[in-house]
């Protein structure tokens, strides 16, 4: 019997059909680093994540229980013949996922889980009064200290008599003497309801000779009450409680456990914003929007809503009663006027007091709404940020509280616990700990994510940022034998880290585990083991197996692969011939910028122009362009959102500019019936060709009737979804196709019609190349088309769901979108990162695109770590020269032959080479 290929260690992919795939046999070698890549939309992801990951998941749940398993007949495999040799998958695509408010890095790293059971376990509790250090005192370290601080004087030990016993009850103990005013009594000489004694366990000489007496009498002490009292005759008296408590003070402590310091616990998050670190108030800069506005021309925003006049004719009548001049500018009224309008008196209840009204009301659906656009995240007052009770902040470890610990960068947090001072005892208790919290920040740092800090939000991590967290939670966990599937983990990465991450993927590699890349990075490419490329082209001209075998043999493969091509230097993206000069255009100046790491710097974005701001990882890119230029900007020009704006002094140039747009990778979309085809408004069209003939008007089909977002023609069991979800309850739900529609959206009626013998359903399969085609015949729609095809997107599916795009599918629709619009020039674009997800091909249309806008009289400004795309800039700004608190600098600024004679740019120097 002949060997196979899986009996020599490969996973062994055959006729894999999935979306554009060709019915492909692809043979990936086991415990070998292996790259898939190709054009955008060549099959790369169908082939690693939509059929070999979700095969390996597929036989996973095949092992569950058998309510699981009554599910599986009903979830569709990948469309393929078989897969051998498949070891247990695990994906970690570069979308960041998580939207809630309470994940942070230390909680998705389980770093935070460990530094809160550290600070249980060695943290030292410190009054907030005296700042003295508590001491949870037992009877032998109460003994050792009186010892050593009154020796040989006498004492006597007593405990306050319980409230809720009677003198005899002590008697039958054996009790005879209690301290009353200071004095020693008989208790028999007492009455037996007497009540607020001390009861004496023992009169003593503090000698060393009655160590064993005096620790005796304490703990019988113990024994009857928590509080144990300590005279020194001539002496002050002592008081020491089996609690935690401040003497001096008189203030009991909580002792500390792990949910102490968990905000999110009831026991440890602060009652006030309940362990989210901020209320949602109302802003006022959300409610007086252009202070250059006078009462009269609105500026109070929410009074302009039609549903609001009356408020503004209050708040006019009430201006004119107090002498304030209604056409006057709100920044050019006095102080105490703008107070009277926003605070109100006595007279009137003001813009702040209005709002207090409306929150009364607050149970109708109407006014939540309305509140919601005036409302921001501010800073709880109560924790200042910190999430957790003021208790929890009473406990240190080396003079730092959890909160101060939590915003060291990861860099800094790793030197605390390196060089923390313990006593002995500590390091005992501590070492398993400290050493967990060591294994992660040490992956952390090796991933290039130096910078964050254990309380940034997660969903506020870019997706390369959130993938290279996950990577660093697999490489801590040590697994063998698996399937690693990244998904571009290169994205958001500085060339400068490039090698370091490569190392890392070689590190999984070398545990006996698989890991199979998604990537278009050339450096990452060449370091790989194996290559298979796929292609052609993309989308039905795709699907295809250019290229599998070892990375030695591809430099010297014939095959047709652009990518061998780029790799080789037979093609590249060209330089600009000429690059536009700053000089000779207006601009834009942002002055003193401080937001988080920014050093309240000046930047000057020439305009009309291609402007890259560049940097390492954390140099304060985005909280420059995104923070503060965007979200200022968007609010001038009157964008209702409730971002706040990030810290800075002014921004100048303003005037220069008609508006400002950013292309991000957020999905188009968050319903399955969003495609391309409604989001550049081509489906209306569509209908419109659909509905206007005249077998569709003899049927009596209306456009309506080929919208699957209303009742009509749509398949009412899917509600034109396609698909309908399958609770799950243990596990994520399931999504299946629609058993009454078969996937198609439509009723059988709807479908049953043809237009050039294709259907709705079959119009919606053809790809953007086959529609423009299809629909030359229509000026107006093929126009639109045509822009899709112009940003590279002309291998997509018109009806593919839009939550099924990739990021960077996601932002070149929104570029298609806005070439597409009849709009003046002076727009500022801004995107971030536009070439995740594009091979080197893709990046040269993307470029001819980006200028196309420039040239028509618009500003691009683009954040990039894609040297191919930097080198074609007009104007670099460039951030460092580190990440974190070692960022927010501008480290140069110029063309691209102007940074790389900056000594400490690393741009420069990567970019360097690029220009020659």
């Known amino acids: 019997m002949p060997k196979t290929k899986n009996q020599d260690g490969f996973i062994e992919v055959k006729g894999a059909r999935e979306n554009n795939l060709k019915n492909i046999d692809v043979s990936i070698p086991r415990n070998k680093f292996t790259v898939v890549t190709g054009l955008s939309g060549s099959g790369k992801s169908s082939l690693a994540l939509d059929t070999i990951y979700k095969e390996g998941l597929r036989r996973y749940i095949d092992c569950l229980s058998t309510y699981a398993r009554q599910f599986l007949d009903r979830v569709e495999r990948p469309d393929m013949d078989d897969i051998e040799g498949l070891p247990t998958p695990i994906a970690i695509e570069s979308r960041n996922n998580i939207r809630n408010s309470?994940?942070?890095?230390?909680?998705?790293?389980?770093?935070?889980?460990?530094?809160?059971?550290?600070?249980?376990?060695?943290?030292?509790?410190?009054?907030?009064?005296?700042?003295?250090?508590?001491?949870?005192?037992?009877?032998?370290?109460?003994?050792?200290?009186?010892?050593?601080?009154?020796?040989?004087?006498?004492?006597?030990?007593?405990?306050?008599?319980?409230?809720?016993?009677?003198?005899?009850?002590?008697?039958?103990?054996?009790?005879?003497?209690a301290f009353q005013s200071k004095e020693t009594v008989e208790i028999e000489t007492l009455k037996k309801d007497e009540k607020d004694l001390e009861i004496i366990s023992d009169r003593i000489a503090i000698k060393k000779e009655n160590k064993s007496r005096l620790t005796e009498s304490i703990e019988t002490s113990f024994r009857e009450n928590k509080t144990v009292y300590i005279h020194i005759t001539g002496k002050k008296d002592l008081n020491f409680s089996k609690e935690p408590r401040c003497h001096k003070c008189d203030i009991s402590f909580r002792k500390p456990t792990p949910n102490l310091f968990s905000f999110n616990s009831p026991y440890g998050a602060c009652d006030e914003c309940k362990g989210f670190g901020n209320n949602l108030e109302i802003d006022p800069a959300l409610v007086i929007q252009n202070e250059e506005l006078s009462v009269s021309k609105g500026v109070v925003e929410p009074f302009e809503k039609p549903s609001y006049k009356h408020e503004k004719r209050k708040l006019i009548s009430f201006c004119e009663e107090a002498g304030i001049d209604i056409e006057t500018p709100f920044s050019k009224l006095s102080a105490k006027q703008r107070d009277i309008i926003v605070n109100g008196n006595s007279s009137y209840y003001g813009v702040k007091g209005y709002f207090k009204r409306l929150e009364r009301k607050s149970y109708k659906m109407h006014i939540r709404v309305f509140l919601s656009r005036y409302r921001s995240a501010f800073e709880c007052k109560s924790c200042s940020g910190s999430r957790l009770k003021e208790e929890a902040l009473w406990v240190k470890i080396n003079k730092k509280n959890i909160y101060e610990i939590c915003n060291l960068s990861i860099k800094n947090l790793d030197n605390f616990f390196s060089k923390i001072k313990l006593s002995k005892n500590e390091k005992d208790i501590a070492s398993e700990i400290l050493k967990e919290i060591h294994s992660r920040t040490s992956f952390l740092l090796r991933v290039g994510l130096e910078y964050l800090t254990l309380a940034r939000l997660s969903r506020t991590l870019s997706g390369g940022e959130a993938q290279r967290i996950n990577l660093a939670c697999q490489l801590g966990s040590r697994l063998t034998e698996t399937l690693y599937v990244l998904d571009e983990p290169s994205i958001g990465l500085h060339p400068r880290d490039i090698d370091q991450l490569n190392k890392?993927?070689?590190?999984?590699?070398?545990?006996?585990?698989?890991?199979?890349?998604?990537?278009?990075?050339?450096?990452?490419?060449?370091?790989?083991?194996?290559?298979?490329?796929?292609?052609?082209?993309?989308?039905?001209?795709?699907?295809?197996?250019?290229?599998?075998?070892?990375?030695?043999?591809?430099?010297?493969?014939?095959?047709?692969?652009?990518?061998?091509?780029?790799?080789?230097?037979?093609?590249?993206?060209?330089?600009?011939?000429?690059?536009?000069?700053?000089?000779?255009?207006?601009?834009?100046?942002?002055?003193?910028?401080?937001?988080?790491?920014?050093?309240?710097?000046?930047?000057?974005?020439?305009?009309?122009?291609?402007?890259?701001?560049?940097?390492?990882?954390?140099?304060?890119?985005?909280?420059?362009?995104?923070?503060?230029?965007?979200?200022?900007?968007?609010?001038?020009?009157?964008?209702?959102?409730?971002?706040?704006?990030?810290?800075?002094?002014?921004?100048?140039?303003?005037?220069?500019?008609?508006?400002?747009?950013?292309?991000?990778?957020?999905?188009?979309?968050?319903s399955s019936r969003s495609n391309p085809a409604t989001y550049i408004k081509a489906y209306d069209d569509i209908r419109k060709i659909l509905s206007d003939t005249i077998q569709a008007k003899l049927k009596g089909l209306t456009a309506s009737h080929f919208s699957f977002n209303v009742e009509g023609g749509r398949c009412e069991k899917c509600k034109g979804d396609g698909s309908q979800k399958v609770e799950m309850h243990f596990l994520a739900d399931v999504s299946v196709t629609c058993d009454s529609c078969n996937g198609k959206r439509f009723k059988k009626e709807v479908l049953d019609y043809n237009y050039k013998k294709k259907n709705i359903d079959e119009i919606l399969g053809m790809t953007v190349n086959e529609a423009v085609v299809f629909f030359s015949d229509n000026p107006k729609l093929g126009t639109k088309l045509k822009v899709l095809q112009d940003v590279g997107l002309g291998y997509l599916s018109i009806g593919q769901p839009a939550t099924t795009l990739s990021g960077g599918e996601a932002q070149r629709m929104k570029i298609a979108r806005e070439l597409s619009k009849k709009k003046g020039s002076k727009t500022l674009y801004i995107l971030d990162e536009p070439t995740v997800g594009l091979h080197i091909d893709d990046v040269n249309n993307l470029l001819r695109v980006l200028n196309k806008l420039v040239d028509a009289g618009n500003s691009i400004i683009v954040i990039e770590h894609n040297l191919e795309v930097v080198k074609c800039a007009d104007h670099i700004i460039d951030l460092g020269p580190e990440g974190g608190e070692h960022g927010g600098e501008i480290v140069a600024e110029g063309s691209p032959e102007e940074i790389t004679k900056v000594e400490n740019s690393y741009t420069g120097k990567f970019l360097a080479p690029y220009l020659n």
Not at 144 to 172: G, H, Q, T, W
Not at 512 to 525: A, G, K, P, R, S
Not at 584 to 601: D, V
Not at 630 to 649: D, P
């Open 102 to 177: 309470r994940s942070t890095v230390g909680t998705t790293t389980e770093i935070y889980d460990y530094v809160r059971l550290l600070f249980a376990k060695i943290g030292k509790t410190f009054c907030p009064e005296c700042g003295q250090e508590i001491i949870e005192h037992s009877a032998q370290s109460i003994t050792e200290l009186i010892l050593k601080e009154y020796p040989n004087e006498r004492a006597i030990i007593s405990f306050p008599m319980d409230k809720e016993l009677n003198l005899e009850v002590y008697m039958r103990k054996g009790f005879t003497r």
């Open 504 to 670: 890392l993927i070689k590190e999984l590699k070398s545990r006996n585990n698989t890991v199979l890349l998604i990537e278009h990075d050339l450096d990452t490419i060449k370091s790989a083991d194996y290559i298979v490329e796929l292609g052609p082209k993309s989308g039905q001209h795709g699907g295809e197996v250019i290229y599998q075998g070892t990375t030695k043999k591809f430099g010297s493969s014939k095959t047709g692969s652009i990518t061998q091509e780029y790799i080789s230097n037979e093609k590249s993206i060209t330089l600009p011939l000429k690059r536009r000069k700053s000089s000779q255009t207006k601009s834009l100046y942002i002055i003193k910028a401080s937001e988080n790491n920014l050093k309240n710097i000046d930047v000057k974005i020439p305009l009309n122009s291609f402007v890259c701001v560049s940097g390492v990882s954390g140099s304060g890119k985005s909280s420059l362009i995104n923070d503060v230029l965007y979200n200022a900007l968007s609010r001038k020009f009157g964008a209702s959102t409730s971002e706040k704006i990030g810290e800075h002094k002014e921004i100048k140039g303003a005037e220069h500019i008609n508006d400002v747009v950013i292309l991000d990778q957020a999905p188009i979309g968050k």
